[in-house]
């Protein structure tokens, strides 16, 4: 869990300085002249219409809402153009989103419910959770509606085990696991993947509130970076083994992404079996369902 919380602050943080930078770098400003008396201090009203653009209009005592108004059409005539414009290009960069917290729900054969050999295997539904995030996106946007992006990232998978007095082993010929005969108070089983998307985006034009409804498909790959087991115990402390666990290797699935504005939802799936070389396991595959936070 301090993984997940820490993460999240991570890319929240992140997230805040390129709002406000986006947000200074954008800011039009509507000047009103009253040629009939001198205003020592004028007030100031933000309108703001998107996390991207931002007006700041003077108002004073008898102009307010002639000021309001005034911006009010502003905004209208700038999304209007922002709609219109054309913004197709490259683009590349650093990138920290989609941001996608969610839980793990592996399939067995094409059940939720785990088949008697994978019964070892059982976790805490709502304890098992997967996140991810884009570290490089490199892309090209055809025109405002449309783009494809090839990104690089991070993807988690942690399952919580309800058995809490078994360990995975590893190098073994297949997955197994032996009986300890204490109590762990955690008893996580994890994998960590390099995740590699090619995302063909959709965006609806701008609505009266500077949003817009996204649409994502991406076929992605995993390449395995490791696989860790983490247990909490009185009688042995914290501890955590590393090793491939039998994880798949390499990975390949597809991942279906929508929401509007800023937040959206998404569902993971990955064609190939989660373990190699494990005959007991086989057809068990590995999905998800989360919510997303950026694009």
């Known amino acids: 869990m301090k993984h997940l919380i820490l993460t999240a602050i991570f890319c929240g943080m992140l997230g805040g300085v390129y709002a406000r930078q986006a947000k200074s770098d954008s800011v039009k400003t509507v000047t009103t002249i009253d040629t009939a008396r001198k205003v020592k201090k004028a007030k100031t009203v933000t309108v703001r219409i998107s996390t991207e653009d931002e007006v700041v ?8 809402h002639v000021t309001i108004n005034n911006a009010n059409k502003y905004v209208r005539q700038h999304r209007d153009s922002l709609n219109r414009a054309k913004h197709n290009g490259f683009s590349f ?3 920290f989103f989609p941001f996608d917290l969610g839980l793990a729900l592996p399939l067995d054969n094409g059940s939720f419910n785990l088949s008697a050999q994978n019964k070892f295997l059982s976790y805490s539904t709502f304890k098992t959770t997967t996140d991810a995030f884009n570290v490089f996106k490199f892309g090209y946007r055809f025109n405002n509606n449309f783009r494809i992006t090839l990104g690089a990232g991070l993807e988690w998978t942690l399952i919580r085990l309800q058995n809490d007095s078994i360990s995975i082993v590893g190098d073994k010929a297949a997955l197994t696991y ?26 609806s034009t701008y609505d009266k509130n500077g949003n817009r409804l ?14 860790m087991l983490k247990q909490i115990s009185s009688e042995h402390g914290k501890t955590k083994n590393y090793n491939d666990f039998h994880f798949a290797k390499f990975q390949y699935g597809a991942v279906l992404r929508m929401g509007y504005g800023d937040f959206g939802l998404f569902t993971k799936y990955y064609f190939n079996d989660m373990f190699v070389n494990s005959p007991a396991q086989s057809g068990l595959k590995s999905f998800s369902i989360g919510l997303s936070y950026g694009w």
């Not at 108070?185 to 063909?200: A, D, G, Q, V």
């Open 214 to 227: 996204h649409l994502t498909i991406a076929p992605q790959v995993g390449i395995l970076i490791d696989g």
């Open 57 to 64: 209009v003077p108002d004073t005592n008898t102009k307010a």
């Open 93 to 95: 960069g650093l990138s």
């Open 178 to 203: 032996k009986n300890d005969g204490i109590h762990y108070s955690k008893n996580r089983f994890s994998s960590e993947y390099l995740t590699i998307p090619l995302s063909f985006e959709y965006r």
